[in-house]
């Protein structure tokens, strides 16, 4: 036997026989984040239920995100257009609503459309002439966030809105947005939280119950004999792409709503957090593999691990750091594990 080999024989002894299943490891890792809280626990801060009500809140963005970045990773691929597409969102919905008085039955399906579009526009060039997806999306990137900055003007889209004379108004918050930065049920749930189990049972119900679902793991594992088996890889890619955009875009509505205003900046460095959450999750960047399951796993453990460095004060830049490691641990992890 080989070095090698018995070095991978001695990892493998070193763990229970179940920590070979992703959900397994997600779970231990989401117990130790949790561990941590009680430890770390200022003025018994983690044992109160607005603690945790908060952290969903905060956590259902990227988790949204997180849910349109699960199906492109399965599928092969990778987008780092979400979070551009994001603040482009979040800014046409502020404008149509803050300043153009739309109604939100309105503005929704029109910005929902929009992000449609991105992700569609990225899965086409992807898909159609073959251009590789970290090229393809960091383009939509870019574009998407100058279009948040021609349609804003560079500026925040608020509620105080400058009138003919060049004086300002402050008019009142539009119901969607009102409604989406909402709690319910006492205030004891927030309703962006209820938006992200939506987006995650969507997810769920594609990716097992429906027939693209088991295109997009057919693809993700081996686009070849996908292609040679029959299945349409160009038009799964293309819907990939799509949904992430649509995911993008229900993201950048619920953004708009929480800030109460669209910032052409919004979203920046939110693509790297929904990867992160697919990758802790257990969802290989390889493609082929994962679930939402461990999405939400994934979002449950960053969501805890920033709510526990904020409530002890640890800056932000900390925080990124701490960040940026456990992601490579966790792919590390998982690179482990496959040996």
Not at 166 to 188: C, H, Q, T, W
Not at 275 to 299: N, P, R, W
Not at 300 to 317: C, D, P, Q
Request: glycine letters at 12%.
């Amino acid at each position: 036997m080989t070095a090698a080999k018995k070095s991978r024989k001695t990892v493998k002894s070193v763990w229970p026989e179940f920590m070979r299943y992703p959900w397994a490891r997600a779970l231990a890792a989401l117990v130790l984040v949790l561990a941590i809280g009680m430890v770390f626990n200022p003025e018994g801060v983690f044992y109160r239920w607005g603690t945790h009500r908060d952290m969903f809140r905060q956590i259902a963005v990227p988790g949204i995100l997180a849910c349109g970045m699960t199906l492109v990773i399965i599928a092969g691929g990778i987008d780092l257009a979400v979070g551009s597409v994001l603040g482009f969102v979040a800014v046409l919905f502020s404008l149509l609503t803050l300043h153009l008085g739309w109604s939100g039955w309105a503005a929704v399906p029109v910005c929902i459309a929009a992000g449609l579009a991105a992700g569609t526009l990225s899965g086409s060039v992807i898909s159609v002439f073959g251009v590789q997806p970290f090229v393809a999306t960091l383009a939509m990137m870019v574009f998407a966030r100058g279009l948040a900055k021609y349609l804003s003007g560079g500026q925040k889209i608020s509620q105080a809105v400058q009138t003919a004379t060049g004086d300002y108004k402050y008019v009142d918050l539009p119901r969607a947005m009102a409604f989406l930065d909402s709690k319910i049920l006492g205030e004891n749930i927030a309703v962006v939280t209820l938006v992200l189990l939506l987006s995650l049972g969507i997810c769920h119900a594609l990716l097992n119950h429906l027939r693209w679902g088991r295109y997009f793991y057919s693809v993700g594992g081996n686009e070849e004999a996908s292609r040679l088996s029959g299945v349409p890889v160009a038009g799964t890619k293309l819907a990939a792409y799509a949904l992430s955009g649509l995911f993008a875009a229900v993201a950048g509505i619920c953004q708009a709503a929480q800030e109460h205003q669209g910032d052409p900046e919004a979203g920046m460095g939110y693509e790297l957090t929904a990867i992160a959450i697919v990758v802790i999750g257990g969802t290989s960047l390889a493609g082929g593999k994962g679930s939402t399951g461990l999405t939400l796993l994934g979002a449950l453990i960053i969501g805890y691990l920033e709510k526990i460095l904020s409530v002890n004060a640890v800056g932000e830049a900390s925080r990124l750091m701490l960040t940026g490691a456990i992601i490579v641990g966790a792919v590390l992890f998982q690179k482990t594990r496959s040996r």
